[in-house]
């Protein structure tokens, strides 16, 4: 198993839609978890940290955390054509100071 | 304030040729890391350094790439006897502590071509 597994996607969602992003990682001690977001041609940019099980919502983002069931997610609702994108999991490597990034999904929000 | 720094923003040289790759971090970010991006691909770590400790080198490809990191804070990536196979978006993160529980924040890249 992959340290950290993401759905390749794409994902298409229609405009205005709830876009669900999952990803999953094998560390069942790890205790920080963070999404980026990936233009195409562009850097990845941080948009949500989370850190305790539960739900965590910043503006359209809301990050969901289940730490017994090893897994991550990321709704976006309203869904803008603006945030298609490729959308990256990562989480740290265990006993290191490294991240473990996921592969990406890629979203394609449709007008 | 200021992000992270890297230059050149693209670089294109020959086969053969060594290249010098530099990233500015965020002021205070003690953590800062390397990474390669092939076109399409996801994120390939290559170099880690934290503070004074010794880095950790284990992504490397191979002996023609090092970096190292000055006075804790710029660093320089360079790649001896470039290869076509180096063809990559080269990009340099920093963050403020360990990665168990800081965000990584990246610049925009170096683009490199090896013609």
């Known amino acids: 198993q992959k340290e950290v597994e993401q759905n390749s996607g794409p994902l298409s969602v229609p405009e205005g839609a709830i876009a669900s992003l999952n990803c999953t990682y094998s560390d069942r001690v790890s205790q920080s978890f963070f999404w980026y977001r990936q233009y195409s041609g562009k850097s990845p940019e941080l948009i949500m940290s989370?850190?305790?099980?539960g739900d965590k919502e910043d503006g359209r983002f809301t990050a969901q955390l289940n730490k017994a069931s090893q897994y991550v997610s990321l709704l976006i609702r309203d869904s803008q054509p603006s945030d298609s994108a490729t959308y990256l999991c990562?989480?740290?490597?265990?006993?290191?100071?490294?991240?473990?990034f996921g592969t990406g999904t890629r979203l394609q929000v449709f007008p | 304030g200021a992000g992270v720094s890297q230059s050149p923003s693209n670089k294109v040289t020959e086969k053969g040729k060594d290249v010098e790759l530099r990233c500015d971090p965020i002021?205070?970010?003690?953590?800062l890391y390397w990474y390669r991006q092939s076109l399409g691909q996801g994120l390939e770590f290559l170099i880690y350094f934290q503070g004074n400790s010794a880095p950790d080198k284990s992504g490397l490809p191979s002996d023609r790439f090092s970096a190292e990191r000055t006075g804790g804070s710029v660093s320089t990536l360079t790649i001896q006897r470039t290869q076509q196979e180096d063809s990559a978006v080269y990009l340099c993160?920093?963050?403020?502590?360990?990665?168990?529980?800081?965000?990584?924040?990246f610049g925009d890249g170096t683009r490199l071509s090896i013609l």
């Open positions: 993160a920093s963050s403020l502590g360990s990665a168990s529980n800081q965000p990584q924040h």
């Open positions: 002021s205070g970010h003690t953590a």
């Open positions: 989370i850190y305790s099980n």
């Open positions: 990562a989480v740290p490597a265990y006993n290191t100071d490294k991240l473990i």
